[in-house]
T-cell receptor, first 113, second 114 residues
Framework: KAGVTQTPRYLIKTRGQQVTLSCSPISGHRSVSWYQQTPGQGLQFLFEYFSETQRNKGNFPGRFSGRQFSNSRSEMNVSTLELGDSALYLC????????????FGQGTRLTVV | TQLLEQSPQFLSIQEGENLTVYCNSSSVFSSLQWYRQEPGEGPVLLVTVVTGGEVKKLKRLTFQFGDARKDSSLHITAAQPGDTGLYLCAGAEAGGTSYGKLTFGQGTILTVHP
């Protein structure tokens, strides 16, 4: 069974631009969560989607948004990029409603210059 | 806000030594997961513990969930250079309102020297 796939792997953007990251969960998994990982803050929860509905959201500004499609694939968007948004963005998928086990993709390394 | 304190932050040991990583919180978790992450890659799930007092073994790795489901430990016996990496604990909050959210510890960077 294929794992969680994130595209692109690497991205370089300029301050003020916007970016869209994509995540394809493991087949049959309906929950997708997004995390931001930085050296200083570690892994921080962005949001979670289940059956196209956002069920939970972390403490990030409104510039960070996401959505989930009917096939469970998910995208996250960051508008008006800031230098501090440079990070590894990770997507995780889970099979059950309670997300007991989360499987991560390889991540998208975003660099804002 | 639930917090997970992971210690130590850094571990540098020789091949063959044993080590333990701790994960502590004042909050109760419905489950706790341990991950290992290589540089530039996503975390890879090692184990999930759900029941208080549960002990799980994965070859030379032993994972334990505290009786009160507030803490956990990872013990590696006879560490090998291939065990080098970032080890992360992550807790799923108890209760039904924090869907999909894992609270992560800050991680332990383990280096095993040949």
């Amino acid at each position: 069974k294929a794992g969680v796939t994130q595209t692109p792997r690497y991205l370089i953007k300029t301050r003020g631009q916007q970016v869209t990251l994509s995540c394809s969960p493991i087949s049959g998994h309906r929950s997708v969560s997004w995390y931001q990982q930085t050296p200083g803050q570690g892994l921080q929860f962005l949001f979670e989607y289940f059956s196209e509905t956002q069920r939970n959201k972390g403490n990030f500004p409104g510039r960070f948004s996401g959505r989930q499609f009917s096939n469970s694939r998910s995208e996250m968007n960051v508008s008006t990029l800031e230098l501090g948004d440079s990070a590894l963005y990770l997507c995780a998928s889970s099979q059950d409603r309670e997300n007991t086990e989360a499987f991560f993709g390889q991540g998208t390394r975003l660099t804002v210059v | 806000t639930q917090l997970l304190e992971q210690s130590p932050q850094f571990l540098s040991i020789q091949e063959g030594e044993n080590l333990t990583v701790y994960c502590n919180s004042s909050s109760v978790f419905s489950s706790l997961q341990w991950y290992r992450q290589e540089p530039g890659e996503g975390p890879v799930l090692l184990v999930t513990v759900v029941t208080g007092g549960e002990v799980k073994k994965l070859k030379r790795l032993t994972f334990q969930f505290g009786d009160a489901r507030k803490d956990s430990s990872l013990h590696i016996t006879a560490a090998q250079p291939g065990d080098t990496g970032l080890y992360l604990c992550a807790g799923a909050e108890a209760g039904g309102t924090s869907y999909g959210k894992l609270t992560f510890g800050q991680g332990t960077i383990l280096t095993v020297h040949p």
